[in-house]
């Protein structure tokens, strides 16, 4: 029997063994959450209840024992997570992150082992950063000297999610001492098998957001690690994190969706939508905003798989636009809120402070906008062309079958391509196509002039990457209507979020209100649902 694809009845049934959030007596209730923020305790509890409910299977995999089969099924369950507490989304889903660069560059036993661990529970981190140099990766300091048979671990990693509470960390240090894009390499560090006296961990430090969480950092001495505890190729470091982050970046946007998910029902369950026109436009603006970057997301996880070349584009964009909108929606219902929302305790406030992180990591918004400047060449160029991936741009956005399975060996650091969404036709049924054809055709041709120096970015290059990121937001919206006609044969969810987009690119636009989205807000709020 074929069993039917939905992502969403999967984050359904997930969510329902969780239990209801009201209720006081289960691990993960909404009065559990408030009562370990107020503490900064990390959620213990409430992480064994997400292992027992099989989340970490999510993290693995199929074909290393676990049960992640497309990325936009994990993209709905960790919504879910964090839509109740991002706090926990966070600390629970670093053990992705410290697993990740196996997935991608690990060999079959590698990635083979470390399903198993990942499996039993054990947590993994993942080792960059570090304190003098923030995202600056090819400037670290932490060493790995070869020996014969071993590699000898010396220097600190800093603000890594569970350094302390991990078992096992993927950790980038520099293999050659000259460092440069090839010298630094990858390993998995266990330890369960370091001489005690050969690391310490480091204090956590204390976070104005995600409160309890382990932001700590770890510090080697001579730490001696196996040569077969190396990911990839010596010298291959670098350009596996930075593939790794590829799926990573993507994968934030769950975070985003879930905070969304989770200030909206805080706002519709503090006011009365309906009765004060500016509260209604308010929250109908916000519905429309969740609407667009859930649509945005969705495709950009579905791409992990359809347009896996392209995600040197793809990645950067959604991690700028995704947590930058969903800021500006929460700090827009913070308005209709009054005291309620500035109580230091109180749940949207947590929902605030938290979400504020997210934009930071696995690269802030400034590296991610640069990563779309240094592309602009290749942009421009596929624009000209018309080339695009007919192929994969269907299978990212036809929802409700899954999409093809994931090759990591298509990952790119560069899109040759440029970026299919913006590339493709748009069909001339999408509201506005004419105005969004011109504004591509003129936002290319600024590109195009642009000269971006690898030494001093100009601020402008930023100015045109932010307004790409709006423009790839739209084209995504478009196209995933375009294909889902059967599903949304009123296009009136579509203009809206159009209209919105193209107002932020400064081209406003006549169209319906906002408020015409009230009642299926409504419906939603009522239903519970996180998708419609």
Not at 224 to 240: C, F, L, N, Q, R
Not at 315 to 336: N, W, Y
Request: aromatic residues 6%.
């Amino acid at each position: 029997m074929t069993i039917a694809y939905d992502p969403v009845a999967l984050a359904d049934a997930f969510e329902r063994a969780l239990g209801d959030p009201r209720d006081p007596d289960r691990a993960f209730s909404t009065s559990r959450v408030l009562e370990l923020d107020r503490a900064e305790e990390f959620p213990e509890d409430i992480v064994a209840e997400l292992h027992a409910c099989g989340l970490l299977a999510h993290y693995v995999p199929e074909e290393y024992g676990g049960r992640l089969r497309n990325y936009e099924e994990l993209l709905q369950i960790v919504r879910r997570v964090a839509a109740r507490d991002l706090t926990t989304a966070i600390g629970h889903a670093a053990t992705y992150l410290g697993a990740v660069c196996t997935w991608v560059a690990g060999t079959p036993e590698q990635a083979a082992a470390t399903g198993r661990e990942v499996m039993a529970g054990t947590v993994h981190s993942f080792g960059l950063t570090e304190r003098n140099h923030g995202s600056d990766i090819l400037a670290g300091e932490v060493t790995a000297a070869a020996s014969p048979g071993r590699y000898r671990l010396d220097g600190e990693k800093w603000l890594i999610n569970n350094a302390t509470r991990g078992c096992r960390l993927c950790v980038l240090a520099r293999t050659e001492t000259d460092g440069g894009s090839r010298g630094f390499s990858l390993f998995t560090v266990d330890k369960r098998d370091l001489s005690p006296d050969t690391y310490r961990t480091l204090p956590a430090v204390r976070t104005h957001g995600i409160r309890g969480t382990d932001i700590s950092g770890i510090a080697f001495t001579g730490a001696s690690v196996p040569a077969g505890a190396m990911i990839g190729a010596p010298g291959e470091g670098a350009e596996i994190v930075l593939k790794s982050l590829q799926l990573t970046r993507t994968l934030c946007a769950a975070l985003s969706l879930g905070s969304a998910d989770h200030a909206l029902r805080l706002a519709l369950e503090q006011t009365r939508p309906g009765e004060d026109p500016a509260v209604t436009a308010v929250l109908a603006d916000a519905y429309a905003d969740l609407l667009t970057v859930e649509a945005v997301s969705t495709v950009a996880a579905r791409s992990l798989h359809a347009l896996t070349g392209e995600l040197s584009i793809l990645s950067a964009v959604v991690k700028h636009f995704v947590p930058t909108t969903v800021d500006a929606m929460i700090e827009r219902l913070t308005g209709v809120l009054g005291a309620e929302a500035y109580t230091a305790d109180g749940a949207f406030q947590k929902v605030a402070r938290d979400h504020r992180i997210v934009g930071i990591f696995d690269g802030n918004t400034v590296v991610n906008l640069l990563a779309v400047v240094n592309q602009f060449g290749m942009l421009v160029r596929g624009r000209r062309r018309g080339t695009f991936d007919a192929a994969g741009l269907a299978a990212a956005t036809t929802l409700g079958s899954a999409p093809p399975a994931f090759d990591r060996d298509r990952l790119s650091l560069m899109s040759l391509r440029g970026c299919t969404f913006t590339q493709a036709p748009l069909d001339d049924a999408v509201p506005h196509a004419a105005e969004l054809r011109r504004i591509s055709d003129d936002l290319h041709d600024e590109m195009a002039r642009m000269r971006p120096s690898a030494r001093d970015t100009p601020p402008e290059a930023f100015d045109l990457a932010e307004r790409y990121a709006l423009l790839f937001a739209a084209f995504a919206c478009a196209q995933l209507w375009s294909h889902n006609r059967d599903r949304w044969p009123d296009s009136s969810r579509l203009e809206v979020s159009l209209a919105r987009l193209l107002a932020r690119l400064g081209h406003p636009v006549e169209t319906v209100g906002t408020d015409s989205l009230l009642p299926e807000l409504l419906r939603r709020h009522d239903g519970g649902g996180a998708t419609p």
